[in-house]
């Protein structure tokens, strides 16, 4: 089943178009309809779209040519690399997007490094080649230089129109390894972002590293050593999708009995309680 995974993230300085590329793939995977797309689907806050800022991270699962692609969309403002870093480590790849028009900046720099330190596999993207003002030669030379990477390498698109974004969705499962993880070894999921909700209490987005984690179990994290229940397990596409269990190198959710975000923190490791009992 892990053949069949994929999970990266989309890195971009702010403004650079990657709410939009994150727009057309789900588009173009049906992921969701015509009718059920607005722009900047995944910044589900109101401050974000109207700003047309990404504040949030936030995971979906796309089915692309058999694959199940979890994309991880992340902030792009400087202010946020603390989100970016989380996401990152859920991820075995990285698409980077790069303006057409402006070139790499300073907060393209950071993210790229920080993918770099969790040894990423990067895909280099220049968006917006369709305006009068892209340059793309001289930016497609400040990526090889940056990357390292060939020409060949650098996959040019509009993610307004959609001209060439199959093209990334090929890469990303050409390109992108497959995760790694024992899916007979005890259940360990990271924790890169959790939030309170009202009527459901403490919710977690995780990716499995090891194990199965099942609807109803009892489970355990490992730095706080607080005890809860799975009481629903699944994966977003992009509403909540519920799944009788989390499977070994996915990106999901599980909801949870627990009345705190302080006893689920991001950066943690949640396990089953019987293998501490």
């Not at 178009?17 to 309809?33: N, P």
């Not at 607080?226 to 699944?234: I, R």
């Amino acid at each position: 089943m892990q053949d069949k995974i994929r999970n990266f993230c989309i890195i971009a300085h702010i403004d650079h178009g990657k709410s939009t590329l994150a727009d057309r793939m789900m588009e173009m995977t049906g992921t969701v309809t015509k009718r059920e797309m607005k722009s900047q689907l995944l910044d589900s806050m109101d401050l974000e779209r109207e700003k047309g800022i990404t504040i949030k991270l936030a995971p979906v699962r796309m089915c692309y040519k058999g694959i199940h692609l979890n994309l991880i969309d992340t902030p792009g403002h400087v202010d946020f690399s603390y989100e970016v870093s989380r996401s990152l480590q859920a991820c075995e790849g990285a698409v980077l997007v790069v303006d057409a028009s402006q070139g790499i900046q300073a907060q393209t720099l950071a993210n790229v490094y920080l993918a770099m330190e969790q040894d990423l596999k990067i895909i280099p993207v220049l968006n917006k080649v369709d305006l009068p003002a892209a340059d793309v030669p001289r930016v497609s030379k400040q990526v090889i230089n940056l990357l390292g990477c060939n020409e060949s390498d650098i996959i040019q698109i509009s993610a307004k129109t959609g001209q060439n974004v199959d093209q990334v969705l090929d890469a990303i499962i050409e390109r992108i390894p497959s995760p790694k993880g024992e899916l007979n070894s005890p259940a360990r999921a990271l924790i890169f972002d959790s939030y309170y909700d009202d009527y459901r209490g403490v919710i977690l987005y995780v990716r499995l590293v090891d194990g199965q984690i099942k609807k109803g179990e009892a489970i355990h994290m490992l730095a706080t050593n607080a005890n809860g229940l799975a009481l629903e397990v699944g994966y977003l596409s992009p509403t909540m999708c519920s799944d009788p269990l989390l499977d070994t190198g996915e990106i999901g959710y599980i909801i949870t009995n627990l009345k705190t975000t302080r006893e689920a923190r991001v950066g943690d490791t949640v396990s089953l309680k019987k293998y501490f009992d």
